[in-house]
């Protein structure tokens, strides 16, 4: 196993450690919250990181291109939903705005699966729009982490990359199925 997907398991491991501290966070216990925050920097570091080792040390693999975007998938799932049933956190984002983050990972997984199943292979591709959607996503989180007044204005940018990216996955993947012929 090579550098870059050892880091990016090691930022999946991380994810459980967060949602704890997540959690457990209340302003009696204030170290949580920044246990959490130290937590989502790191793993949002590593997220650069690994990319850079696969590409510098052309060490990118099927396995990697499946993981990493798993990784962050599982990291902004579980940051989203923790953070918004928390009871420490001070600023939530809309329930509307989770339900549309939410469901563009639910499709985009659900598809990802049939095209396995229909087509035997899994390419992620991530486009620049996807890219820009979980920097986005990510400084949500952190400004919910952080409790900036200004969260809600960051996340409506998330919930509109994010409409925008997961009709632009959907739109090209089933361009690219019509063109290509299942196995069987």
Do not use: C
């Not at 953070?83 to 549309?100: A, C, D, E, Q």
């Not at 985009?108 to 390419?123: A, C, P, Q």
């Not at 729009?129 to 400084?139: I, N």
């Amino acid at each position: 196993m090579n550098l870059a997907t050892q880091i990016t398991i090691a930022r999946i491991l991380l994810i459980p450690f967060f949602v704890i501290a997540v959690v457990y966070y209340r302003p009696e216990a204030l170290y949580f919250k920044w246990i959490a925050v130290a937590l989502f920097f790191v793993a949002s570091v590593s997220d650069a990181i690994d990319g850079y080792v696969a590409r510098v040390r052309k060490e990118q693999t099927a396995l990697g291109s499946f993981l990493d975007p798993f990784a962050d998938k599982s990291l902004l799932i579980s940051a989203f939903i923790s953070i918004n049933f928390s009871g420490g956190f001070l600023y939530k984002i809309s329930r509307w705005i989770l339900i549309v983050i939410l469901s563009r990972e639910v499709i985009i997984i659900s598809g990802l699966v049939i095209l396995f199943f229909t087509h035997r292979e899994v390419k992620i591709n991530p486009t620049f729009l996807g890219k820009m959607t979980t920097v986005a996503q990510m400084a949500t989180v952190g400004a919910l982490l952080i409790e900036y007044w200004w969260v809600n204005w960051v996340a409506y940018l998330a919930a509109f990359l994010t409409i925008l990216s997961g009709l632009g996955y959907v739109f090209r993947e089933a361009r690219r199925v019509n063109h290509v012929t299942p196995t069987s």
